[in-house]
């Protein structure tokens, strides 16, 4: 097959040379509200065109070689006095995979359990391309099943606002939990 980045033969979808020059991480910190933090790996511009993988069958191979590069080092190097539940915002199948839910498996670690299907939203409406004025009159609705009284770390590929997060905090937060902190691949305002 072909790296779907430089488009030479490759093994993997995206070629081992791509993967280390051109998806090298970051790591960045932004605040959503006074005791909440997201962090991410890269910025939207830089991947833009990987992100919108998800969309396709091939998005699966694309999020499992980005998750390796970035939430399982991540995983690795986290250390945390007790057990944390990996939450995975919505991870739902689409496509015959779940994009929050293969980021969510690249955590498990000593200190990280992933939790599958437990944040789901009611209101399946799309931000994608949205301002925060739609996003704000248009609640995802969620509702959470089986996480009460645990330390969590909320899972997604993008942070663009902070709407959906910072609604899925709340959620979490009513069932006694404590929500340390989010984690994504990309920041849409970096």
């Known amino acids: 097959m072909k790296c779907i980045v430089c488009e030479n033969w490759s093994l993997f979808i995206i070629c081992k040379k791509c993967q280390k020059k ?25 991947l833009e065109n990987l992100l919108t993988s998800k ?7 694309v999020f499992n070689i980005l998750a390796k590069l970035t939430f399982s080092k991540f995983a690795q190097s986290f250390n945390y006095t007790n057990d944390v539940l990996a939450v995975g915002v919505d991870d739902h199948t689409r496509h015959d995979f779940s994009h929050t839910a293969i980021l969510t498996k690249h955590l498990k670690s000593r200190y990280i359990q992933p939790k599958y299907n437990s944040l789901k939203a009611k209101n399946p409406v799309k931000y994608a391309g949205r301002d925060l ?4 009159n248009n609640p995802r609705k969620f509702q959470l099943k089986n996480v009460n009284n645990q330390s969590l770390i909320l899972v997604d590929d993008l942070v663009t606002t902070g709407t959906t997060l910072l609604e899925a905090r709340k959620v979490c937060k009513k069932n006694n939990n404590e929500v340390l902190f989010a984690l994504c691949l990309a920041d849409a305002k970096l």
Do not use: A, I, M, T
Request: hydrophobic share 30%.
């Open 22 to 46: 051109l998806l090298n991480p970051g790591f960045y910190k932004r605040q959503l509200d006074e005791d909440f933090y997201v962090y991410s790996f890269y910025s939207f511009n830089e």
């Open 55 to 61: 969309y396709y069958f091939h998005g699966d191979r």
């Open 133 to 136: 004025e739609f996003r704000q």
